[in-house]
């Protein structure tokens, strides 16, 4: 008989041979345990074990002849990429070995990968056929932004100072980005026409807002601004072909009594502009003024 005791003697753990022969084991420090990854004919012990010797992590090829293992540095976590066969490892990970980042062929064969400096993401834009990264990343490399063609050779983009975000207006083909943009670029404000073709915006001094009371068809701004073009207080005819306003002097606030058709202005404003007192039935017997 050939046995492994515990140290007390009290238990036998064995791993035996089938004809009991030779006794094969991978034991903890204790001996408690039999930890054992066998080959079919129970001859051979093919182990990766933990620094405790408590838990094995084994990848094995398909006639359990040979581990591949991409172990981490504590060896707690294998992190496979492998081919379809078992027998290659293919990774791309990061520097404390912990993660694997991989952006693969159809066929498992190649790693195409746009990491961080830091090596811990991947961020890629790949082509149908997986041949190709096309990116427009950040200066620090976090963040892809990227505006494609439709056949995704090509990246169209308006991007900020920093490179941070991308502000586009496409047309309608992917083909011409047309935007307009605040000074620092952080923002696109763009009233387009209906074939996306020109930009019609009546913007700010500082660029920072658009403004736009605009024709049906888009083609013309009609608009009467303030001093400072932060407001636009417009009383449009209902074909919005013409603006009719009475305004204050400085520019802030439309006092209007308008016709139903919204043809004409009728006031009779106070000295201090605040008061509209219109000709109307009842403006003349209250006030008697433009009766």
Request: glycine share 0%.
């Amino acid at each position: 008989m050939h046995c492994d005791r515990d140290k007390d003697l009290s238990t036998v753990h064995c791993d035996r041979d089938k004809d009991l022969s030779t006794v094969h084991c991978d034991r903890d420090k204790d001996l408690s345990t039999v930890h054992c990854d066998r080959d079919k004919d129970l001859s051979t012990v093919h182990c990766d074990r933990d620094k405790d010797l408590s838990t094995v992590h084994c990848d094995r090829d398909k006639d359990l002849s040979t581990v591949h293992c991409d172990r981490d540095k504590d060896l707690s976590t294998v992190h496979y990429d492998r081919d379809k066969d078992l027998s290659t490892v293919h990774c791309d990970r990061d520097k404390d070995l912990s993660t694997v980042h991989c952006d693969r062929d159809k066929d498992l064969s190649t790693v195409h990968c746009d990491r961080d400096k830091d090596l811990s993401t991947v961020h890629c834009d790949r082509d149908k056929d997986l041949s190709t990264v096309h990116c427009d990343r950040d200066k620090d490399l976090s963040t892809v932004h990227c505006d494609r063609d439709k056949d995704l050779s090509t990246v169209h983009c308006d991007r900020d100072k920093d490179l941070s975000t991308v502000h586009c207006d496409r047309d309608k083909d992917l083909s011409t980005v047309h935007c307009d943009r605040d000074k620092d670029l952080s923002t696109v404000h763009c009233d387009r026409d209906k074939d996306l073709s020109t930009v019609h915006c009546d913007r700010d001094k500082d660029l920072s807002t658009v403004h736009c009371d605009r024709d049906k068809d888009l083609s013309t701004v009609h608009c009467d601004r303030d001093k400072d073009l932060s407001t636009v207080h417009c009383d449009r005819d209902k074909d919005l072909s013409t603006v009719h306003c009475d305004r204050e002097e400085d520019l802030s606030t439309v006092h209007c009594d308008r016709d139903k058709d919204l043809s004409t202005v009728h006031c009779d404003r106070d000295k201090d502009l605040s008061t509209v007192h219109c000709d109307r039935e009842e403006c003349c017997k209250v006030f008697q003024v433009g009766c």
